[in-house]
């Protein structure tokens, strides 16, 4: 390398590069493709000798010999200026517009830690920017931590704002200030373009930049009034797990309609996992061969979305000295800082344990590959029915308000490990709730009855159940002091006892001594994650399922 460099500084000198400068009609692609093949110095002198000649105080002149800049930005042109392109210069930019390989690998720079060069570009980011300027019109990046994906589709992104006429580009992430350096990666590229590449700019700024092609880029933040005014032909969702459920919700349900009368659209969705929320959703229906390890390269699913995986093992790392890392080098040291957690998130794109699940994410992932058989009895649904000598534990989480849906859960204590054998969430008028409980807590052979108490219908029910129709099997928590039943039935759930019987569920399962059946349960448990030092919901989540479940460990736990 060192040889052909210095090959080519000797025989592209000062003088050369000049006399091609000033007639470029003897410039032909056969002298850019020699030059090219050199690597990027032989690419840098290429530039050169396409280059636009400058005054004395580097500002590039326009067909009338006027100074171009853009608000004081010399390698910025404005909107509609003439310049006089030699035959090379209209050839290399019908190469480009039909190419868009070709105008990453000749003309596309970026910065990097050792200054401003082309790009090393991996086989997977060449699939990614092809699959991003193809004809589909949905695209799930599930790519890792220093893969790049940033950088290729803003090369897509540049590529197709210089080429193309009167479509909108919208770039929304979780913060406003990630969308701005997205849209901050665009700039960077197209700054670094020739003069003559360039589209004339009429607006530049951090969150917002428009070009003479009626091209525009915007940037904003997820919310049902992203974007209003504007439809968007290209949307880019940058860190889409890390939106909130409900925002996420409220964003697509306005943004997507809005796209409904474009006869061309584009909807790119980037991120890396956390947890099973809305993400994880897209994922899963983009590929029906999906599975949580992140191995694959690119399967299209049955949400009209295609996905693209990148292996973590894929991306070259590089030590302080500029040395590659072996993969298993790199993963030791990123889990030794970090913690296997964290590497799970952030480089295998691991949806299982890319959050922090009261159920480890080994278990879950057994848990929801079980297959499951129910029966509908009215409301309740029937895992398996009461045989005659077992005993049930019956648990109630109750609406909060005396309208909302009720958890029920039922499961057979008489082995020491448990069966959940009927489940149920019903909305129901409150005053009609004990009906059904003690129907089904009679069938299920007089089963011990939890309600929790604390708040909205829980004490009501407890009450009707235990005086109107004098059902004995209920608990009773016990006083603190007297260490007698108290007066009124039910259970009240205190933080001390909430972290009890939740750690008590833990062990059950992880120790494959409670075994869930009801998939609604278990999909709840994929999102009842550690949030401010308590294990609840994830935003936009319900956790009704499974506290109704940790009812069932009250008994053996709380005196």
């Not at 003559?196 to 070009?211: A, D, H, L, Y």
């Not at 807590?441 to 829980?458: P, Q, R, S």
Request: aromatic content about 12%; glycine content about 6%.
């Amino acid at each position: 390398k060192e040889q052909i460099k210095q090959k080519l500084k000797k025989t592209f000198n000062k003088d050369v590069i000049e006399f091609y400068q000033k007639n470029k009609n003897e410039i032909t692609l056969e002298l850019l493709e020699t030059l090219r093949n050199c690597g990027n110095e032989g690419k840098h002198i290429a530039l050169e000798i396409l280059d636009f000649e400058k005054d004395n105080e580097q500002y590039y002149l326009d067909a009338f010999g006027n100074r171009m800049s853009v608000n004081g930005n010399r390698r910025l042109k404005k909107p509609f200026t003439k310049m006089d392109l030699a035959p090379i210069h209209i050839e290399e930019l019908k190469r480009c517009s039909e190419d868009i390989h070709y105008f990453k690998d000749n003309y596309v720079k970026i910065r990097t830690k050792s200054g401003v060069d082309f790009p090393e570009v991996r086989q997977y980011q060449n699939d990614f920017i092809s699959l991003l300027d193809s004809d589909e019109e949905g695209i799930l990046g599930l790519m890792g931590r220093q893969s790049s994906k940033s950088i290729s589709t803003s090369i897509y992104l540049s590529h197709l704002s210089i080429f193309n006429n009167e479509k909108n580009i919208g770039i929304v992430a979780n913060k406003g200030g990630l969308a701005r350096e997205f849209l901050s990666n665009v700039k960077n590229i197209f700054i670094e373009l020739p003069i003559w590449m360039q589209v004339g700019v009429k607006t530049w700024n951090k969150s917002f930049v428009e070009f003479e092609n009626s091209m525009r880029i915007l940037t904003d933040v997820p919310s049902q009034d992203s974007f209003r005014g504007f439809s968007i032909h290209v949307a880019v969702i940058d860190e889409t797990a890390f939106i909130r459920p409900s925002v996420w919700e409220e964003f697509i349900d306005a943004f997507l309609p809005s796209q409904a009368a474009l006869s061309w659209k584009k909807n790119i969705i980037l991120s890396t996992p956390k947890g099973m929320n809305h993400f994880y959703t897209l994922v899963k229906g983009a590929s029906p061969k999906f599975d949580t390890d992140g191995s694959g390269v690119k399967e299209k699913g049955t949400n009209g979305y295609t996905l693209f995986k990148v292996d973590w093992r894929d991306v070259p790392r590089y030590n302080h000295l500029g040395e590659r890392i072996n993969p298993e080098d790199f993963m030791n040291s990123i889990i030794k800082k970090h913690g296997v957690l964290y590497w799970k998130q952030n480089f295998e794109c691991s949806f299982l344990g890319s959050s922090h699940t009261l159920i480890s994410s080994e278990k879950l992932a057994n848990m929801t590959q079980l297959p499951i058989q129910e029966t509908r009895d009215a409301k309740l649904k029937i895992y398996e029915y009461p045989i005659k000598g077992h005993k049930y534990i019956f648990s109630v989480d109750p609406a909060k308000d005396g309208r909302d849906a009720f958890a029920c859960q039922i499961v057979d204590i008489t082995d020491f490990t448990f069966k959940q054998v009927a489940a149920a969430q019903i909305q129901i008028d409150y005053l009609l709730m004990p009906e059904f409980i003690f129907e089904w807590a009679e069938m299920y052979n007089n089963a011990y009855l939890i309600i929790e108490n604390n708040e909205g219908a829980g004490q009501s029910i407890a009450d009707q159940l235990y005086k109107d129709y004098e059902y004995e099997n209920l608990h009773f928590d016990k006083d603190s002091q007297s260490n007698k039943r108290k007066k009124y039935p039910g259970f009240r759930t205190t933080t001390k006892s909430r972290k009890l019987i939740l750690q008590t569920l833990k062990l059950f399962i992880e120790n494959d001594r409670l075994n869930i059946c009801d998939a609604s349960t278990m999909n709840e448990f994929l999102t009842f994650i550690l949030i401010n030092n308590k294990y609840q919901a994830d935003a936009g989540a319900h956790d009704d399922r499974i506290m109704s479940l940790a009812l069932t460990f009250v008994p053996f736990c709380i005196a």
